[in-house]
Structure formats: C-alpha cells, structure tokens
C-alpha cells in the first residue's frame, strides 16, 4: 500500500495564478482532510470530507476549495493564489464509521508551496 | 484558535535522558493523540488516549491524562538521538469530526 500520496512535493506560484494540489488514498479511508503547516503555528484544518460528495470546512478555508467524487481522491484547489497562502500543505485520511472511528489519522508527505 | 498548546516550545535534551512534553486544550475531548513529525516529513500517529482513561504506555513512550485540568503529557524514556522531532498533541473535541492540533514541542536529543 502506498498510503496517502501528495503531488506535487514543490511548486512556486505567482500572485493570482491558480493550481490544485492532489491527494490520492489507497485505503478505502472515508474521511480526508487538509492542513496546513506555518511555522510556530502548527497545523490549521482547510476542509475535510466524510465521503465522496460530502465536503466541510475547517478553521482557514478561505481562498481554496474542494471537491470529493470518489473515496480515493480530495484535491485542494487555490482560486487565486496570494503570498499568505505560501506554507506546507498536508493531506491526511482515517477511517470512519461507529466502531472504526479511531481518529488516528495517515499523512502525506507534504506539499511546499511558495507564493511569490 | 489552537485547540492544544504546548509546553515547552523547544526541548533539549543528552541521548539517555527522559523527555516530557505537556499540551494543554480548551474543550471536552473524545480522545488526545499525539504525532510526531521529522524534519521536512508528515506526520506520524504515536498514540491515543480516550477521555476516560488516565494512562498509557507503548514502548518507551508513557501519556498522561487529566480531563479535569484539560491537560496530557507525553514522556519519552531513555531518548535517543533518533527521538530528535517535533512532538504534536491533537484532540478529537466531542461533537467533532476533525482533529485540532497544537503548535508542537520541538525535541533535540543530542548524542
């Protein structure tokens, strides 16, 4: 199993251009989410999703968005990139239901992102 | 706001010292986890502790928790160089989906 894949590790962006960074989970995980990483800040919640077609947002969703079509897949779209939003972004997944519902959740490696 | 906060922000430590951790939060909490994090990596879960119990070990590692003071710690026994990380607790708030993280510990354990 490869676990939670991020794509891609790096990238620079200029103001106003958009991108979508992608998360890909190989297993069978109901509930994804993201985060991100800013320094002495630990980690702030985007948008998580319970399930495909089912989306919430988090503590910073401001200026990205999500989608959920399949169980495997929670892509994170920047609109219109801008400097605050340059931080390490992370994807992470667990499984839910009554008797699974752990909490323990599996990330990604991370994804760097700069605004320039 | 940040749900966990840490204490201290920075730890220094000699390989075969005892490391401890505390993370304090705001609100009742379905269970307290905590995650550890190398440099330049994601996170990786330790373990977990549910609201009702006090105490847990695995391995070299012992958590802590007091509901009534909103408070955990995590010891780290016998560090090694390797244990050289940052040190997260996160809580699953009643109610919630989501977990909440603090800003971290960030432990050095010199050799």
């Known amino acids: 199993n490869a676990g939670v894949t991020q794509t891609p590790k790096f990238q620079v962006l200029k103001t106003g251009q958009s991108m979508t960074l992608q998360c890909a989970q190989d297993?069978?995980?109901?509930?994804m989410s993201w985060y991100r990483q800013d320094p002495g800040m630990g980690l702030r919640l985007i948008h998580y999703s319970v399930g495909a077609g089912i989306t919430d947002q988090g503590e910073v969703p401001n200026g990205y968005n999500v989608s959920r079509s399949t169980t495997e897949d929670f892509p994170l779209r920047l609109l219109s990139a801008a400097p605050s939003q340059t931080s390490v972004y992370f994807c992470?997944?667990?499984?839910?239901?009554?008797?699974?519902?752990?909490?323990?959740?599996?990330f990604g490696e991370g994804s760097r992102l700069t605004v320039l | 706001s940040q749900q966990g906060e840490e204490d201290p922000q920075a730890l220094s430590i000699q390989e075969g010292e005892n490391a401890t951790m505390n993370c304090s939060y705001k609100?009742?909490?379905?269970?307290l986890q905590w995650y550890r994090q190398n440099s330049g990596r994601g996170l990786v879960h330790l373990i977990l502790i549910r609201s009702n119990e006090r105490e847990k070990h695995s391995g070299r590692l012992r958590v802590t928790l007091d509901t009534s003071k909103k408070s955990s710690s995590l010891l780290i026994t016998a560090s090694r160089a390797a244990d050289t990380a940052s040190y997260f607790c996160?809580?699953?708030?009643?109610?919630?989906?989501?977990?909440?993280f603090g800003s971290g510990t960030r432990l050095q354990v010199q050799p």
């Open positions: 996160a809580t699953l708030s009643t109610g919630r989906r989501a977990l909440t």
């Open positions: 992470a997944s667990r499984p839910t239901g009554e008797k699974i519902n752990t909490g323990e959740l599996f």
């Open positions: 297993m069978n995980h109901e509930y």
């Open positions: 609100t009742s909490i379905n269970n």
